[in-house]
């Protein structure tokens, strides 16, 4: 079956502007996390979708949002860019969030680079 | 202060040699996850261990889960270039803790 995919698989932005990721996550997942891995701070938790909801959020300012749609796919957001959020910005879907079912598979992320 | 401390940080070894990487916790678990990544990749699911002190083997890895469940072990025997990478350990379901990774690299 198909894994996770994230497009655009590379991005360049200019400071300020704003930017949308996708993801579309393994047929029959509802469960999409989104993550940032940069050199300094390794990876880290931006947030998590089940079913349209948003079930938790890391700690990062609310320019980043992000929403998930009927079919599952999720798009997360970034407004006013910084120089600081480039980064590889990965997602990971599972059946559940909780319980015995939540192995997470990822895709293999958008490269966004900020200048 | 990171929840998971993962030592070393970056280890260069050369083909055929065996090493071992950490992860630890003053936190209990309920389980923990180990992930390998390849450059320009998502991180991979290796093995979730659930039970404390439990021994888990995929070829020629083998995790170790501690009795206290705090923490964590992956040893690798006969290293080969292949095995080059990027290893985390994580907990959590939904929302996955990461470790900040070991960087492996494995000479011919």
């Known amino acids: 079956k198909a894994g996770v995919t994230q497009t655009p698989r590379y991005l360049i932005k200019t400071r300020g502007q704003q930017v949308t990721l996708s993801c579309s996550p393994i047929?029959?997942?509802?469960?999409v996390s989104w993550y940032q891995q940069t050199p300094g701070q390794g990876l880290q938790f931006l947030f998590e979708?089940?079913?349209?909801?948003?079930?938790n959020k890391g700690n990062f300012p609310g320019r980043f949002s992000g929403r998930q749609f009927s079919n599952s796919r999720s798009e997360m957001n970034v407004s006013t860019l910084e120089l600081g959020d480039s980064a590889l910005y990965l997602c990971?879907?599972?059946?559940?969030?909780?319980?015995?079912?939540?192995?997470?598979?990822f895709g293999q992320g958008t490269r966004l680079t900020v200048v | 202060t990171q929840l998971l401390e993962q030592s070393p940080q970056f280890l260069s070894i050369q083909e055929g040699e065996n090493l071992t990487v950490y992860c630890n916790s003053s936190?209990?678990?309920?389980?923990l996850q180990w992930y390998r990544q390849e450059p320009g990749e998502g991180p991979v699911l290796l093995v979730t261990?659930?039970?404390?002190?439990e021994v888990k083997k995929l070829k020629r890895l083998t995790f170790q889960f501690g009795d206290a469940r705090k923490d964590s072990s992956l040893h690798i025997t006969a290293a080969q270039p292949g095995d080059t990478g990027l290893y985390l350990c994580a907990v959590g379901g939904g929302k996955l803790i990461f470790g900040q990774g070991t960087e492996l690299s494995v000479k011919p």
């Open positions: 990971a879907s599972s059946l559940f969030s909780r319980g015995m079912d939540t192995e997470a598979f």
């Open positions: 936190s209990v678990f309920s389980s």
């Open positions: 979708y089940f079913s349209e909801t948003q079930r």
């Open positions: 047929s029959g997942h509802r469960s």
């Open positions: 261990v659930v039970t404390g002190g």
